[in-house]
């Protein structure tokens, strides 16, 4: 069973969008997670990532400031706060976990359980 992402949507220009991801078929506290989005004739790309516990968070500069990255351990859930978004954070957006239990990578090959994405469009 892969993760579930959902919250994704249709957002103005300066909005905002919370997206949520589901994980079950794993230890989901013992892995870092993370946000990749990929829009249309574009390859994947990072957007984020958390340590197991948390404490060490990764953003890509694009999204530095405007997104923020967080995990409920007790409820196996991962959350992208998406704030100030705009139309070129259109794309599909995936949350996955990483390979390996120490290491906040930002590769997609370094993670294996992906979920189907759920889309955010930002558009006036």
């Known amino acids: 069973v892969q993760p579930v992402e959902s919250g994704g949507g249709l957002a103005q220009p300066g909005g905002s969008l919370r997206l949520s991801c589901a994980a079950s078929e794993f230890t989901f506290s013992a892995y870092p997670m993370g946000w990749f989005r990929q829009a249309p004739g574009k390859e994947r790309e990072f957007v984020a990532a958390?340590?197991?516990?948390?404490?060490?968070?990764e953003y890509a500069d694009s999204v530095k400031g405007r997104f923020t990255i967080s995990r409920d351990n007790a409820d196996n859930t991962l959350s992208l706060q998406m704030n100030s978004l705009k139309p070129e954070d259109t794309a599909l957006y995936y949350c996955?976990?990483?390979?390996?239990?120490?290491?906040?990578?930002?590769?997609?090959?370094?993670?294996?359980?992906w979920g189907q994405g759920t889309q955010v469009t930002v558009s006036s």
């Open positions: 958390i340590s197991k516990g948390g404490m060490g968070i």
């Open positions: 996955a976990k990483a390979r390996y239990k120490s290491v906040i990578p930002r590769n997609p090959r370094d993670y294996d359980s």
